[in-house]
């Protein structure tokens, strides 16, 4: 009888879920010691940053309640919680179905934080092999992964659970990689140094941006993110210069007026040979006169268009679920997983928000 | 030979046959690649450049029986020019557009190809021409360079399309499924110089070619070829100059195959 008791970022907050996290090193001794358990034939430990999930095989087949009870009494021991933690601490419980049905919407990304993910594909991957390598899976344990694997492949090539970014950052990225291909020879000009334009400025240095500079109207502030990033800190009346050597620019000024204007950057384009410019307008009210926009090869976007872009790939990838439940259940059924328990209904408007600039 | 196109399907000849199905295969990459794309399930894959793949072995069958037929390049009218520059941007696909052919190229390709071959399998010129006793190596060459080097430009004018759909879909902020497939903007404005200059060389070299022959070439056939040359050696300095900006270049790419393609009808008479 297949087992699942785990906890993730919807039931327990951050604080426990540290606590509770198995080290690495730690997972294969875990594995071994429940399978120790009484009754207890296979196991995997799956241990990431947003869950903990203890996944078995269990010998006796009526035994869920008696079994589960058992991985929390080891999860609880294990990690040394308090009474009042104990009490305080909610897993899901799940066997049969429920259990191999989780594991499928896991592994396609249905349960992640930022719904899609792909992450963690491979971390189930990984701790299944680990397992595997171990000796602590079997027969049943064996056969549950590697389906589930193969749903997590179907769900993502059928559907668009994966379309589109989901936050302002990573709408930032997915543009600056259409305009410029790869972001490699791409240099970043920061005009102000508010948080977000950090957090998109950051984004694309992840992604592979060459070197960033930064400008603001408090100096020692634009030295301070410059160390930060390990760019270069401009002084604010010397931006204007670096308009011509970069390939972005990220505004976000606190100025009553348009800092960056068609007469500033029509001229700038001649010399730029044909490279484009993508302008990220991040200030309220806006820096970037929007005329901007009408010059060749100058891609301009503000705040709105960018939160715009991310509502719709929230939207696109909610609409995605529908059918990726779908698919789950046609294979819980292809695969043998018997249907008594029936799928728990999909409420989108309970999935939790993605924060605004969380890369997925 | 079949002077009609309309002619049922078993009496045939097998050349044209074989032409029937690579438009076929061409045709239904396109429509299964527009439905995918249309509902969103459109999928980087090695599996979309199957039809491409099957199409072009047609064309290459049909082309193999027409120059056994003829014991010479068969490009002895209208119709197999039309099936020849077909089969050469196919093949300048899947040899030069290496880098994008995953990304929809294949998609933007495969119509222009259909509609050459139906306009070839619908047009009345489709003659037939007795065997040559010798062949002139020159001319030979002269014609078929100069075809692949209009499949250059062929490709040029299908990287325009996908370079103006990506650059409007940017400035007007139509983040969907199409803007998805398409190639980043840059590299498309690449694509699209590396192809011109790769027609430039190849036209150069086939009417470097023409002077090596023998054979008296019509004043209209060689007028409409240097003019085609001119029109995309002034497109390529303006790209290499960066007179223009990187949309009017793929406007000119698109509109300046409509001159190679006017002159084909001269050059072929």
């Known amino acids: 009888m297949l087992l699942c008791l785990g906890l993730n970022h919807r039931t327990t907050p951050i604080e426990l879920r540290e606590r509770l996290a198995f080290a690495e090193s730690k997972v294969p001794v875990a594995a071994q010691e429940i399978r120790a358990l009484p009754g207890f034939e296979e196991s995997v430990v799956l241990s990431t940053c947003n869950r903990v999930e203890i996944y078995t095989a269990h010998g006796m087949e009526n035994a869920s309640q008696q079994g589960l009870s058992a991985l929390f009494d080891y999860l609880t021991v294990h990690f040394q919680l308090t009474p009042e933690q104990r009490e305080a601490l909610i897993c899901y419980r799940l066997s049969h179905a429920d259990a191999a049905r989780h594991l499928f919407r896991v592994v396609g990304g249905l349960d992640s934080m930022v719904l899609g993910e792909t992450e963690i594909f491979g971390q189930v991957k990984a701790a299944y092999t680990l397992a595997l390598k171990n000796g602590t899976t079997g027969r049943a344990l064996n056969k549950l992964f590697q389906r589930a694997f193969s749903v997590g492949k179907q769900v993502r090539n059928d559907t668009t659970i994966q379309r589109g970014s989901t936050s302002v950052g990573s709408v930032a990225v997915e543009l600056a990689e259409k305009i410029f291909g790869h972001l490699r020879d791409c240099h970043v000009l920061l005009i102000g140094a508010g948080e977000m334009s950090r957090v998109c400025a950051q984004s694309l240095l992840s992604r592979g941006a060459r070197s960033v500079f930064i400008s603001n109207r408090n100096y020692d502030r634009a030295v301070e993110l410059a160390k930060e990033m390990k760019g270069e800190a401009l002084r604010f009346e010397e931006w204007e210069k670096a308009v011509n050597d970069v390939d972005i620019i990220i505004s976000s000024t606190s100025a009553p007026h348009f800092v960056v204007t068609p007469e500033l950057i029509q001229p700038m384009m001649h010399k730029r040979r044909g490279r484009p410019l993508f302008i990220i307008d991040i200030a309220v009210p806006r820096d970037v006169d929007p005329r901007v926009n009408e010059i060749e090869e100058v891609y301009l976007y503000d705040v709105d268009a960018l939160q715009s872009i991310a509502d719709d790939g929230r939207r696109e990838r909610q609409r995605a679920l529908v059918k990726c439940e779908e698919i789950i259940e046609e294979q819980l059924r292809k695969f043998g997983y018997h249907e008594e328990s029936s799928p728990a209904p999909v409420d989108i408007s309970t999935l939790p928000p993605t924060p605004l600039n969380l890369e997925p | ?269």
């Not at chain 2, 009218?77 to 093949?91: A, K, P, R, S, T």
């Not at chain 2, 294949?106 to 006793?133: E, H, M, N």
């Not at chain 2, 360079?145 to 007007?172: E, N, P, R």
């Open chain 2, 1 to 269: 030979m079949c002077d009609s196109s309309f002619v049922p399907i078993f009496i045939m000849e097998p050349s044209r046959i074989l032409l029937l199905l690579a438009t076929l295969a061409f045709i239904g990459g396109v429509i299964h690649a527009v439905i995918a794309l249309r509902a969103g399930r459109w999928q980087e894959s090695r599996w979309h450049l199957a039809p491409m793949a099957l199409g072009f072995a047609f064309q290459s069958a049909f082309l193999y029986l027409r120059g056994e037929q003829h014991g010479r390049c068969p490009l002895t009218n209208f119709f197999e020019v039309l099936i020849f520059i077909g089969w050469c941007i196919v093949l300048l696909y899947f040899l030069i557009g290496a880098a994008y052919r995953l990304s929809l190229l294949g998609v933007f390709t495969a119509p222009l190809v259909a509609t050459l071959q139906i306009l070839a399998l619908l047009s009345p010129f489709d003659k037939a021409i007795a065997a040559r006793s010798k062949v002139n190596p020159w001319l030979e060459m002269h014609a078929s360079v100069a075809l692949i080097a209009y499949a250059a430009f062929a490709l040029a004018c299908i990287t325009g399309v996908m370079y103006l759909i990506q650059d409007y879909l940017l400035k007007h902020r139509r983040i969907h499924a199409l803007f998805h497939q398409l190639p980043p903007i840059h590299d498309l404005a690449k694509a699209i110089r590396r192809m011109v200059l790769l027609g430039v060389i190849l036209l150069s070299l086939a009417l470097a070619f023409s002077f090596k022959i023998n054979v008296p070439i019509t004043n209209s056939k060689m007028i409409f070829s240097w003019c085609v040359l001119t029109l995309y050696v002034v497109i390529l300095l303006l790209m290499w100059l960066r007179a223009l900006s990187a949309r009017q270049t793929a406007w000119l790419a698109v509109l300046g195959y409509l001159l190679p393609l006017a002159s084909l009808w001269i050059v072929t008479k």
